[in-house]
């Protein structure tokens, strides 16, 4: 007999869960309809063909190639004090706390709570006649409650990996704004050092100007010059000295730049000296580019963490649709009348455990409402990884072409200054032995000079494209030592439980 009793029981629990499933809200066939594109499909080049899954970030400091003390330590101090990296490591802290208050949800809950009370009773028609009609007495309780959220369906849990890959995300971001941060100070201090050389050519330009006119001078003084010599001699003089007065400014100004960017106030970036860095260093790429490197990129890393986010967050609508079971209990005193403290006696204890169950039956759209702003979240987040991944594409692609070209641009600059320079050094000699005119010299230095400016630019843009390339990389020209975990390292599908798409 009790074998048959406890196969109906079993029976009956089966028929009610069933029922109570069957009474539940439809989804009406709401789902996601993103799909995430493969950077293999994408990619055309074979230094950033079969990009790796896995954020590996660069534990070396790929500004060190440039040789530079003052810079190294420049950028040590910016990530420091930077204000802005210190706003992206709160809003990682915030996402953590947040991770932790959704895990709390799946832990035991035990809350305790205490009255004592002095309590009249009004010999009234809702409280009397009786006998404490007229009558004052203690009205006191304590009691111990706790429920358990059972999570049948994993709504607790996802919310609590959601808000974990959400942490993973504004960590992601911090990187992003770490890396970001590093490359606007390498750029700017390239950009001082370019400063700093075309006011030594400018300088030279104006040391060359002066030897011209103390000639021309001479050769007036000696009665075989003239006037017209002597003037157009002096004549470019006050354009060189602005020149000068321009870069000097110029070179204030990068100082005020690179001292905000460490987060300090323009008084640090006067403590700047010329930098060190060689704008004809060479700098070497490694004959292939690991796979790895666009899967370190922080913006993409942070685009997969984003579309892992809203994933569990379509899981965590859909649970909303099935029963909610909660174990819940309570473990107390309770007592009116007597002494203050009778109430703990154990005669007035009482307790009460059992499951709690809420259904949802009819909510006017709410839960289709939900489903459909996370399938629609999850549809936005993969349309931008998918953007981020193709812009990550052509930015690498677009720093490879620009690396390549600069390194030919500076070949040809080089022999045009080679050039420039022959040609004037022939015309300052043929005008010191007086076998023609100023004109001719004074053409040919300026046109030394701008050949001069030119390969001083040639050269900071080639420093500038290794930064952009290195940067584009996600950090450096290879994989990085911090491995993250295999679950950070996939692009996440559409739950299960709503049909899934391929990565």
Not at 205 to 222: N, P, W
Not at 304 to 314: C, E, K, L, P, S
Not at 348 to 363: C, E, H, Q, R
Not at 447 to 474: C, D, H, N, P, W
Request: proline share 4%.
């Amino acid at each position: 007999m009790p074998r048959r009793i406890s196969r109906a029981l079993q029976s009956l629990s089966v028929l009610a869960l069933s029922l109570a499933i069957g009474g539940c809200i439809g989804t009406g066939g709401i789902a996601p309809q993103g799909q995430a594109l493969d950077a293999n499909a994408l990619a055309t080049d074979d230094a950033i063909q079969r990009a790796a899954e896995e954020a590996h970030w660069p534990a070396a400091q790929w500004w060190r190639a440039y040789g530079d003390p003052q810079l190294n330590r420049w950028i040590e101090l910016a990530l420091q004090g930077s204000p802005t990296l210190a706003m992206a490591a709160a809003r990682v802290r915030q996402a953590k706390s947040m991770a932790g208050i959704a895990e709390s949800a799946e832990s035991l809950q035990i809350n305790a709570d205490s009255t004592l009370k002095r309590h009249n009773w009004p010999g009234d028609q809702f409280y009397g006649p009786g006998e404490l009609g007229d009558t004052t007495t203690w009205d006191n309780n304590a009691a111990l409650g706790f429920s358990y959220a059972l999570d049948l369906w994993g709504r607790e849990s996802n919310s609590t990996e959601r808000a974990v890959d959400l942490a993973q995300m504004s960590a992601a971001e911090a990187r992003m704004a770490q890396l970001e941060l590093q490359s606007n100070i390498v750029r700017a201090y390239i950009e001082l050092s370019l400063h700093y050389a075309q006011r030594d050519i400018v300088a030279a330009t104006l040391q060359q100007q002066q030897q011209i006119l103390d000639l021309a001078q001479k050769r007036l003084d000696g009665g075989i010059g003239t006037h017209f010599e002597v003037s157009q001699a002096e004549t470019p003089l006050p354009e060189t000295h602005r020149q000068l007065d321009a870069l000097d400014e110029a070179i204030a100004l990068s100082r005020n730049q690179l001292a905000a960017l460490a987060g300090k106030g323009p008084g640090a970036g006067v403590q700047l000296q010329r930098p060190t860095l060689a704008l004809g260093a060479p700098l070497t790429l490694p004959s292939s580019l690991p796979a790895q490197l666009l899967g370190q990129r922080p913006d993409v890393v942070a685009s997969r963490w984003q579309v892992a986010a809203q994933a569990r967050g379509i899981d965590v609508a859909h649970a909303g649709f099935y029963p909610n079971v909660d174990l819940v209990g309570s473990l107390g005193y309770v007592a009116t009348g007597g002494g203050m403290l009778e109430f703990l006696t154990g005669k007035k204890m009482n307790y009460s455990v059992g499951p709690a169950i809420s259904l949802p039956i009819f909510d006017g759209g709410r839960l289709r409402a939900e489903l459909g702003e996370a399938s629609a979240g999850y549809d936005l987040a993969v349309a931008h990884y998918n953007q981020t991944l193709v812009n990550a594409l052509k930015d690498i692609s677009d720093q490879l072409i620009r690396r390549a070209s600069m390194d030919k641009q500076q070949g040809f600059a080089a022999e045009s200054v080679a050039t420039a320079q022959k040609t004037y050094d022939i015309a300052m000699i043929a005008y010191q032995r007086g076998l023609t005119d100023y004109l001719n010299v004074l053409n040919a230095q300026t046109l030394l000079f701008k050949q001069q400016q030119v390969q001083q630019q040639v050269q900071a843009a080639r420093l500038s494209a290794q930064a952009e390339l290195v940067t584009a990389l996600g950090g450096g020209l290879g994989a990085g030592d911090d491995v993250p975990t295999e679950r950070q390292t996939q692009v996440p599908k559409t739950p299960a439980l709503l049909g899934g798409l391929s990565k």
